[in-house]
């Protein structure tokens, strides 16, 4: 099992920005990649970027693409999600997630979709006002 949870949500103005933490904990030593999603209110839940513990390859949306930074630190089994230019679309429960099945090779090849991911950590709000 891995347990994750995330902090660094709030309330910011558009054009601001925010830093998400997300600690791992519990058998961490298997994952070898984690990434981030948000779902906004009556909306699908989507992928925002994802990055692999071992070489810190780095993957993102298009429509964060520019504007956030995912990075990690290993020692803290730590991920965070860099924030900025943010717009009130941004909006949204941001949850980040942790893989550990699977071959990475093939985990590369999608790696954007809730099936590619194996534990969820419980969200926290982001709140871009205009």
């Known amino acids: 099992q891995v347990q994750l949870v995330e902090s660094g949500g709030g309330l910011v103005q558009a054009g601001g920005s925010l830093r998400l933490s997300c600690a791992a904990s519990g058998r961490t030593f298997s994952s070898y990649a984690m990434g981030w999603f948000r779902q906004a209110p009556g909306k699908e839940r989507e992928f925002v970027a994802a990055?692999?513990?071992?070489?810190?390859?780095?993957y993102y949306a298009d429509s964060v693409k520019g504007r956030f930074t995912i990075s990690r630190d290993n020692a803290k089994n730590t991920v965070y999600l860099q924030m900025g230019s943010l717009k009130p679309e941004d909006t949204a429960v941001y949850t980040c997630?942790?893989?550990?099945?699977?071959?990475?090779?093939?985990?590369?090849?999608?790696?954007?979709?809730?099936?590619?991911?194996?534990?969820w950590g419980q969200g926290t709000q982001v709140n871009v006002s205009s």
């Open positions: 997630a942790n893989r550990v099945q699977g071959r990475i090779i093939d985990w590369v090849r999608t790696r954007s979709g809730s099936a590619d991911y194996d534990y």
């Open positions: 990055i692999t513990w071992s070489g810190g390859n780095t």
